[in-house]
């Protein structure tokens, strides 16, 4: 009798201890399926629509490639135009999710008609440089130098950024400008003097240093009377504002500030 009590006892124990063990691995593996241990958090993905001032071409074509390979299933959708353009546009419901401006004068416009989601965050500068044919025919080397009779030159139109800054270095030197032609964009003007229809045109310096050898830049000083702010802001009619506020993130994070910076672009 004494062996039989023993070896129940035996068998009580054994159950326990396996019970007991039963129990522990329930309990290290149960937080493995909360979504915090196991990664399944939630992930960007699906498209966001840009609108940008078409001086960003270049640099806004790089952060969206950057921004598509470190978040897999996004897309980046780029519309480039200048900005008083851009900005009818969306007042007339085109489909943004995001507007960069080469100004805050049209970015405040959409911001008055409520048309922002929030407040616009300054991400960049530019200046306006002179871009000449690498020959220089007209022999440009200063800003009075568009006045001189006979030199074509060629200037965004004034209610475009680089337009409106052409006619504030104007003003502030004294010296009225007579262009051949007035365009709608800053590449428009770049266009013209890499085709040879003009002398000269006034546009931005990183448009400059992204044309290469296709044209010469003359600075001059007087290009500190008008230094462009660049402001950047969701759309408030964003159908994907989370993806909206993760790419204006990237365009302000030190990696964006350095794809802008290394492009020509000055700090906010």
Do not use: W
Request: with cysteine.
């Amino acid at each position: 009798m004494r062996t039989l009590h023993l070896k129940k006892s035996i068998v009580v124990i054994s159950v326990a201890v396996g019970l007991a063990g039963a129990l522990a691995a329930c309990g290290t593996t149960a937080p493995a399926a909360t979504p915090s241990s196991t990664g399944s958090t939630s992930q960007l993905s699906g498209t966001v629509t840009v609108f940008a001032a078409a001086s960003l071409k270049s640099t806004f074509t790089q952060l969206a490639k950057d921004f598509e390979a470190r978040n897999p299933g996004t897309k980046v959708t780029l519309s480039f135009a200048g900005s008083s353009d851009l900005v009818t546009q969306i007042s007339q419901g085109a489909p943004a999710d995001i507007f960069a401006s080469a100004d805050t004068k049209n970015m405040t416009k959409l911001a008055d008609a409520k048309l922002l989601d929030g407040a616009a965050t300054n991400f960049a500068t530019n200046v306006l440089e002179i871009a000449v044919p690498p020959s220089n025919p007209a022999s440009i080397s200063s800003f009075a130098d568009l006045a001189k009779p006979g030199v074509k030159v060629v200037t965004c139109a004034s209610q475009v950024p680089c337009g409106a800054a052409t006619d504030t270095v104007a003003k502030a030197s004294g010296i009225t400008l007579t262009p051949v032609s007035e365009e709608s964009s800053v590449t428009d003007v770049l266009g013209k003097v890499t085709s040879g229809e003009a002398d000269a045109g006034l546009v931005y310096v990183t448009d400059i240093k992204g044309a290469g050898d296709k044209v010469k830049g003359v600075p001059f000083p007087e290009s500190d009377k008008a230094v462009n702010t660049y402001p950047i802001a969701t759309v408030s009619s964003s159908q994907n504002k989370e993806l909206a506020a993760a790419f204006i993130a990237a365009v302000t994070s030190e990696a964006g500030k350095k794809v802008l910076g290394d492009a020509g672009f000055g700090a906010p």
